[in-house]
């Protein structure tokens, strides 16, 4: 079975201050994505990475950067958390076929005060 | 600019009805269109997808109807359960790296 675990459910942070993500995925898939998830706005990609040290700005990267320095683990990064940056973030894998399924994390619900 | 436009933002059906949910796209790159389900604090999980060569596909009550020419796909949820309220999501692909372009979903909700 493909897993795909992140850190920590939820999340409480400060605005101004720095948050990491974590993701981490046990089927050595060479994608994995960061989206978040807002009430009626859908997944959004912020961004995704094809390959180790490799990155893609998906649609909404502003205020975000990544790290990918494993191939099993994708870290997203606040550098400066802001209360619009409250949302449910997900993380997700795939191999790299054209047709490939993308496997979801739980989901890690963050709230910026 | 929205990829891909899903319809409607919810959904309430009842027991034993079928529930159908629409999406449009514009671009025809696009080559794999899949549909995701999401249950409350979990992430969404792959339900069904379908390529543009083929018009329909089903797997038990979950049917795919496409209509290329159209560009538009819907999913059709047969004999629904109150089992099946969950969060919906179609998709489509489109580049050679994997990203997919998600509609705004569809909460469903199927009473007893």
Known sequence: DVKVTQSSRYLVKRTGEKVFLECVQDMDHENMFW?????????????????????????????????????????????????NQTSMYLCASSWSGRQETQYFGPGTRLLVL | QQQVKQSPQSLIVQKGGISIINCAYE???????????????????????????????????????????AKQFSLHIMDSQPGDSATYFCAARGSTLGRLYFGRGTQLTVWP
């Open chain 1, 35 to 83: 989206y978040r998830q807002d009430p009626g706005l859908g997944l959004r990609l912020i961004y995704f990475s094809y390959d180790v040290k490799m990155k893609e700005k998906g649609d909404i990267p502003e205020g975000y950067s990544v790290s990918r320095e494993k191939k099993e683990r994708f870290s997203l990064i606040l550098e400066s958390a802001s209360t």
């Open chain 2, 27 to 69: 671009n025809t790159a696009f080559d794999y269109f899949p549909w995701y389900q999401q249950f409350p604090g979990k992430g969404p999980a792959l339900l069904i997808a379908i390529r543009p060569d083929v018009s329909e596909k089903k797997e038990g009550r979950f049917t795919i109807s496409f209509n290329k020419s």
